[in-house]
């Protein structure tokens, strides 16, 4: 279970890992949900991460571990057998699907209580989905993650998408460069080394 448990959170984890700035705070009664209206990098952040609803994927996520003890999932792993696991919604449909060969945890994917996908994890990629099942935010590592021992590092690459599937948000982790798109695809903030070192286009 407890194993079990690290797998599930390991995925919250790696989405945007960065805090509310002050101004969320002081809008918290009130949380802005347009990235149009972002006042800068980490403001766009924020607010695109409460579009992709982590804490609602968090909650579900902890129902269905209060639900699953992860006995087989340990039992595949102390005796290094092949195969793939699943968990299931209290409503019967799939809630996680886990690749384990010989042992060793390979990928997952989550899907929430609709039967949507809104996560999976690979040895180098992480993706995380919008409620609609399209894709809203990829990293990708160059060198093979730990998923077995659950080690995460900083990814390579970064990709942000709308739910229409424009870029929304991208950053090369190599040189720190990182941009911001409007909606429409035109250059919104330019970043280097960290979110608060940036310029603004109009």
């Keep these: 279970m407890k194993t079990l448990k690290k797998v599930l959170f390991i995925l919250i984890s790696t989405i945007f890992m960065i805090s509310c700035t002050a101004a969320d705070i002081d809008n918290f009664l009130k949380p802005e949900t347009d990235t149009e209206k972002a006042?800068?990098?980490?403001?766009?952040?924020?607010?695109?991460?409460?579009?992709?609803?982590?804490?609602?994927?968090?909650?579900?996520?902890?129902?269905?571990?209060?639900?699953?003890?992860?006995?087989?999932?340990?039992?595949?792993?102390?005796n290094k057998k092949t195969g793939e696991l699943k968990e299931y919604h209290k409503n019967g449909k799939i809630g996680l699907v886990l690749n384990i060969q010989k042992g060793i945890l390979k990928s997952f994917i989550y899907y929430d209580e609709n039967g949507i996908k809104r996560m999976s994890v690979t040895e180098n990629e992480v993706k995380a989905y919008y409620k609609s099942g399209k894709k809203a935010v990829f990293f990708k590592y160059n060198k093979s993650l730990n998923l077995h021992n659950l080690e995460l590092e900083d990814p390579d690459e970064q990709i942000a998408y709308y739910e229409d599937g424009r870029k929304a948000m991208e950053i090369d982790n190599t040189s720190k460069i990182g941009r911001i798109y409007h909606k429409d695809g035109r250059l919104f903030f330019e970043f280097s080394g960290s979110l608060d070192n940036y310029k603004r286009y109009d």
Excluded at 42 to 48: A, G, M, Q, Y
Aim: proline share 2%.
């Design 39 to 78: 006042y800068s990098p980490r403001n766009f952040v924020d607010i695109f991460r409460r579009n992709l609803d982590l804490k609602e994927i968090k909650k579900e996520m902890k129902i269905l571990l209060d639900q699953n003890d992860g006995k087989k999932f340990d039992e595949f792993l102390n």
